[in-house]
């Protein structure tokens, strides 16, 4: 029996258009190259994302791992995995528990040991729980079915002054470690990574003109195709690159303590949230509070700071020496790149603007308070946007609605001058 010609190239078509989506870039051709501005933790898993995924990548950033820096909250996070949205989308759910169960597996692997990834149980107290909390229980608290080891506390086992807890498993990175070891996949995996700043102030196009001409040498003896898409991860300067004026930070002060914290856990009062979340593996433990919104001052305002070490010896007895004293190794001011709307994970095309030709952005940034967990879903969107902007088949798409905290977690900030970042 013979199959018609126009069967053959049917079934091929279909054959390439798979092909196409879940490898677009090298199965028939030469690697695209993708050009990742931003080395926070947002750029470095996106870069090595798209890297296992068959781009050839480029990573350009001002900062990177190592470096300590007001405008570099990658380095200077807790970061642990907590839901502090009452509400979340479809997407946003499909984040969180993609980070959920990416850190499952790297606090077991052996492979995964140098990126600091630790399992812990983590502990949410509420001095004056909004009522919903407490007539609705866990079915008011999307993630109690998400997590492991979930329960609503019970009112012995709750400190005085508390009025609701919940108490789960969850997991805390070593945020310097983590950002070693992204460093470290891209290199292993063929990226480049080059230290730059570049102009943020001159619009979208100046700014990819500037990151494309500095990997010109690269480009110039690469059998790649020219630059395919740019990723703008530039955390609180991607709103200068995009011109996006809904970026805010949220402002907190850390406090490290000598001693690692048995547990994660956090205490929302009347001033606001803070919490304990030790660095496993370098003996030391974060403290930290309150979540300011639109604060951009950089200095350390010590009342705070006496409140929360205040607050924390009753979350983390553990930590404290024979005086019942915290031993005090630094404290610092972070800012979170935080968006009104959400994070904005979408593909820009810049049409007939850019002076070299058609070019494609995929924004991922404004994160906020959740940039280390949520970078694993929204990185696996950016290889979606862009594969399925090859094969014509995922739309890009951009929350509008704005996003909720809990009640109580956040405060208003002084809104001090927006300093040059
Ligand atoms: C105290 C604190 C606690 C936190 N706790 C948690 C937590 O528990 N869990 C959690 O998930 N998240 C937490 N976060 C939030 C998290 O740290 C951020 O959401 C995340 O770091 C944002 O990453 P990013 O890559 O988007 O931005 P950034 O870390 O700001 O990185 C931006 C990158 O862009 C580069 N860049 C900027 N401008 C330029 C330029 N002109 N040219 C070239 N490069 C440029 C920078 O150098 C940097 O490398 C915390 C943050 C802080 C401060």
Redesign the pocket.
């Known amino acids: 029996m013979s199959v018609p010609k126009r069967w053959i190239g049917l079934a091929l078509s279909i054959v390439a258009s798979i092909a196409m989506y879940y490898h677009p870039v090298s199965w028939f051709s030469v690697p695209k190259r993708v050009i990742v501005?931003?080395?926070?933790?947002?750029?470095?898993q996106t870069a090595v994302d798209l890297l296992e995924a068959g781009y050839a990548v480029n990573l350009?950033?001002?900062?990177?791992p190592g470096?300590i820096?007001l405008?570099?909250?990658?380095?200077?996070?807790?970061?642990?995995?907590?839901s502090d949205e009452p509400v979340v989308d479809v997407e946003t759910k499909r984040w969180y528990e993609e980070?959920y169960k990416q850190w499952e597996v790297m606090s077991q692997g052996d492979e995964f040991h140098s990126a600091g990834v630790a399992k812990r149980p983590c502990f949410r107290y509420w001095e004056n729980p909004p009522e919903n909390l407490v007539k609705g229980g866990s079915s008011a608290l999307w993630h109690s079915e998400g997590v492991s080891s979930f329960r609503i506390l019970k009112s012995e086992e709750l400190p005085s002054g508390v009025g609701f807890g919940t108490t789960f498993t969850t997991f805390?990175?070593n945020?310097p470690a983590y950002l070693d070891y992204l460093q470290s996949r891209i290199l292993a995996l063929g990226g480049t990574i080059k230290r730059?700043?570049?102009?943020?102030d001159k619009g979208l196009e100046e700014?990819l003109k500037a990151a494309r001409l500095l990997i010109a040498d690269e480009l110039a003896g690469s059998k790649d195709q020219p630059v395919y898409a740019y990723v703008n991860?530039?955390?609180?300067?991607?709103m200068?690159?995009a011109d996006d004026k809904t970026l805010f930070p949220i402002r907190?002060?850390?406090i490290h303590i000598k001693g690692e914290a048995h547990k994660i856990a956090d205490r929302i009062d009347a001033n606001g949230i803070y919490?304990a979340?030790p660095r496993v593996g370098e003996g030391v433990t974060?403290l930290?509070g309150f979540m300011e919104v639109g604060n951009w001052n950089a200095t350390i305002n010590p009342e705070l700071n006496r409140k929360i070490l205040k607050g924390c010896k009753q979350l983390i007895p553990e930590c404290l020496d024979d005086n019942g004293e915290f031993t005090i190794l630094k404290e610092y001011v972070?800012?979170?790149?935080?968006r009104k709307v959400g994070p904005r994970v979408e593909i820009e095309q810049l049409k007939d603007k850019a002076e070299f030709g058609e070019s494609i952005v995929v924004h991922?940034?404004?994160?906020?308070?959740?940039?280390?967990?949520?970078?694993v879903g929204a990185s696996r969107k950016v290889v979606r946007l862009l594969n399925g902007f090859a094969s014509d088949t995922e739309t890009p798409s951009s929350s509008s609605k704005e996003q909720e905290v809990f009640e109580g977690f956040y405060r208003q900030g002084d809104h001090s001058k927006e300093e040059d970042?």
């Open positions: 501005l931003g080395g926070g933790v947002v750029g470095l350009i950033s001002k900062d990177l470096d820096d405008n570099y909250p990658s380095q200077q996070a807790a970061a642990t995995w907590a980070g805390c990175v945020a730059a700043t570049l102009p943020v700014g991860a530039m955390g609180m300067n991607a200068r690159l907190s002060q850390s919490y979340i974060v930290g972070g800012l979170r790149p935080h991922n940034y404004g994160h906020g308070p959740g940039g280390f967990f949520k970078s970042v």
